[in-house]
Structure formats: C-alpha cells, structure tokens
C-alpha cells in the first residue's frame, strides 16, 4: 500500500492529500479531465486513437487485481506495460483520469461482444481498486461504489451509453479474466441507474445444462447468451467455452451462485434479461 492507507483517509485528509506519482513513471503533460468528479489527473503514455474514429457507447468495469495501489498505478501509468485505462476509482472515493475519453485506453484486451471485437475502441475502461481473488477478494467499500457510480452517471449522459452496454471485463473476455466478480454490486449500480439487471430467478433444483450436455437446449441456450451480446460459438455442445461464458454470466447477473452450471435460475434470468433489451436490440439479435 502507498503510506497511509487510501481507504483510511478521511474527507479533510481526502481533500488536501496528493496522489503520490508511482515509482518509475515519467512526468507527462497534463490534460483537461472529462469528468467534474476527477481529483486527479496521472497521465499514461499506453494509449492510441480509437479505430475508424469510433466513438464509446459501451463502459468496461474492472478491479485491479493487484495487492497494492502503488504498483496498480505503476501498471497502468508506467510506458511499456501496455495497459492502462481511462480512469481509477480509489478506495476511499478517489477518482483518477489516466487516458482522455476521446481516446484508445488499453484496458480490455482480447475480447468480444454483441458481434464487435475491438472491444477498446468502443468503450471507456474503469479499473476498481481491489485486490482481486488471487489476493483476498475484500468487499467493495460503499464510498468506493458510490464514486463509481457517480463517474459511470456523467459518462453515461456524455456517450449515451445503454443501460445493457455496462459490463464488466469478465463479461467481454470470459475464458480470461473474473473482474470485477461475483461481489461487485451490479444491483446498486442499476438501482441509480447504471446499467441493466434483473432480479435473479430463485436458484432450485431443477433441471441442468452442464459440461458435456449436447443437443438442441445447449443449442439454445448458447443463442440466448450470444442474442444478449457474449461471444459464444453457438454448436449444441456444452464445452469449455460454454462453461466459461456460464460462469461469466452468473458473476454479473446471478452472483448468489456461480458455477457455470445452466440451471433453472440461470436461464430464467438471462430470459429476463433478454425480454428488458429495446426493442432494436432484440430485433437485430434475431436478424443475426
């Protein structure tokens, strides 16, 4: 941790501390932040132009990972690393501006959705400050969420981006990455606005699709899964891909339990979830 921890300060402390510059990362020029809830900016060098000067109308959400805040920053700011993001959201309700919107953060990596695969061009890519599940997994602190939600509501209006269109890494790279899990509270975001959810289906006992089914259902429920944006081949055959975009689906959209298990729940709630997109999304997901 930078000395002092960022979640025990309080809101003088808040207002008066600078956020130190990670080690080994070079002054950059500084830029106008996009967002009036910014307290900081650190530029990145690792960024780009968006591709075919596409504009984002999608938000990726991912925690860190990472067992320190100073070596998160160092990752994201330091030339070389080839990744960074648009913005971080600090324990303590901090929020940091790394990459303008106006261009390409390289947060999201390999990753696909709703049929495009350029998934950084599209979006604006906000790390969370957490630890992750290879260091703990610790809960998301409330003034943490509530500046997320904060940041996501001013992008939101700047890009018109959809409810359906705020997604978590997990979500767009699922064979790949967890964030931001099972304990990030996708419920509280919608409840002010941010983002698309339903109430789970009660989990029963019920009937199952799990790895190794085959046949017309799988077939199903993997069109389910891609009509709703996941990048799933759609072959009858519940195989690992499938088991990962399960798994994925539930961290989001069923977190009670998560385990890549097609249960009655699931499906109800990807259903659910599906009948809630507009009516244009439906349409073209039905063409395609």
Same mark, same amino acid.
């Given at each position: 941790?930078?000395?002092?921890?960022?979640?025990?300060?309080?809101?003088?402390?808040?207002? /008066?501390?600078?956020?130190?510059?990670?080690?080994?990362?070079?002054?950059?020029?500084?830029?106008?932040?996009?967002?009036?809830?910014?307290?900081?900016?650190?530029?990145?060098?690792?960024?780009?132009?968006?591709?075919?000067?596409?504009?984002?109308?999608?938000?990726?959400?991912?925690?860190?990972?990472?067992?320190?805040?100073?070596?998160?920053?160092?990752? $994201?700011?330091?030339?070389?690393?080839?990744?960074?993001?648009?913005?971080?959201?600090?324990?303590?309700?901090?929020?940091?501006?790394?990459?303008?919107?106006?261009?390409?953060?390289?947060?999201?990596?390999?990753?696909?959705?709703?049929?495009?695969?350029?998934?950084?061009?599209?979006?604006? %890519?906000?790390?969370?400050?957490?630890?992750?599940?290879?260091?703990?997994?610790?809960?998301?602190?409330?003034?943490?969420?509530?500046?997320?939600?904060?940041?996501?509501? %001013?992008?939101?209006? #700047? /890009?018109?981006?959809?409810?359906? /269109?705020?997604?978590?890494?997990?979500?767009?790279?699922?064979? #790949?990455?967890?964030?931001?899990?099972?304990?990030?509270?996708?419920?509280? $975001?919608?409840?002010?606005?941010?983002?698309?959810?339903?109430?789970?289906?009660?989990?029963?006992?019920?009937?199952?699709? /799990?790895?190794?089914?085959?046949?017309?259902?799988?077939?199903?429920?993997?069109?389910?899964?891609?009509?709703?944006?996941?990048?799933?081949?759609?072959? %009858?055959?519940?195989?690992?891909?499938?088991?990962?975009?399960?798994?994925?689906?539930?961290?989001?959209? #069923?977190?009670?339990?998560?385990? %890549?298990?097609?249960?009655?729940?699931?499906?109800?709630?990807?259903?659910?979830?599906?009948?809630?997109?507009?009516?244009?999304? #439906?349409?073209?997901?039905?063409?395609?």
């Amino acid at each position: 941790m930078l000395s002092g921890s960022f979640a025990s300060a309080g809101s003088e402390s808040k207002r /008066r501390r600078a956020v130190p510059l990670p080690k080994g990362i070079v002054a950059m020029q500084t830029f106008t932040p996009d967002s009036s809830v910014v307290s900081d900016v650190i530029p990145s060098p690792n960024f780009g132009e968006r591709n075919k000067a596409r504009q984002p109308d999608m938000i990726v959400l991912h925690y860190t990972g990472m067992p320190d805040v100073e070596g998160a920053l160092t990752r $994201l700011c330091k030339a070389g690393t080839e990744v960074s993001a648009h913005y971080v959201v600090l324990e303590d309700g901090r929020i940091l501006q790394c990459v303008p919107e106006s261009k390409r953060a390289w947060h999201a990596g390999v990753a696909h959705w709703a049929g495009e695969d350029d998934i950084n061009s599209c979006s604006i %890519g906000i790390e969370i400050i957490n630890r992750g599940h290879d260091w703990g997994y610790p809960d998301y602190p409330l003034r943490q969420i509530a500046a997320v939600i904060a940041l996501c509501r %001013g992008i939101i209006i #700047r /890009r018109n981006v959809q409810p359906h /269109r705020v997604l978590g890494h997990s979500d767009v790279a699922p064979a #790949r990455k967890k964030d931001p899990g099972e304990k990030f509270p996708w419920r509280a $975001l919608a409840s002010s606005g941010v983002g698309h959810w339903v109430e789970p289906a009660p989990i029963d006992a019920g009937a199952v699709l /799990r790895h190794g089914a085959e046949g017309e259902p799988v077939q199903v429920l993997q069109r389910a899964l891609a009509d709703y944006g996941y990048g799933i081949a759609i072959n %009858g055959k519940f195989d690992h891909a499938t088991f990962e975009v399960v798994t994925a689906f539930q961290r989001h959209f #069923r977190p009670e339990k998560v385990d %890549g298990i097609a249960d009655g729940s699931t499906l109800a709630t990807l259903h659910a979830l599906l009948g809630g997109l507009p009516v244009e999304v #439906r349409t073209a997901a039905a063409l395609g």
